[in-house]
């Protein structure tokens, strides 16, 4: 399906599939965008687009490394729980 959406005043006709929220993504980084063009109004607008998108990938990059430790730390703790009960089932076998 085909989608328009406003960035920065230009429209672009994007294909997305049913129930993504390309609409909220479009006006995400339009805010964004309006946000870094305002701290620095100098900027032409490839340089804001291209800031804009250093910050979004910067974000990505931290959440993906939280991720990252976040399935670590759960990995860990279901190890040892896998442990204790191999440990309870392996007492229960004994008696």
Known sequence: MLKQIIIRGRTYTL???????IEQVAADVDRRMREMSGRAPAFD??????????????????LRKRLQERVGE??????????????????????
């Open 45 to 62: 607008e490839y340089t804001v687009a291209l800031l804009t998108a250093m910050n979004l990938a910067s974000e990505i990059h931290a």
């Open 15 to 21: 294909r997305a599939d049913e129930g993504d929220d």
């Open 74 to 95: 759960l990995d860990r703790r279901a190890a040892a729980i896998e442990a204790v009960l191999e440990a309870s089932v392996g007492r229960g076998a004994d008696s």
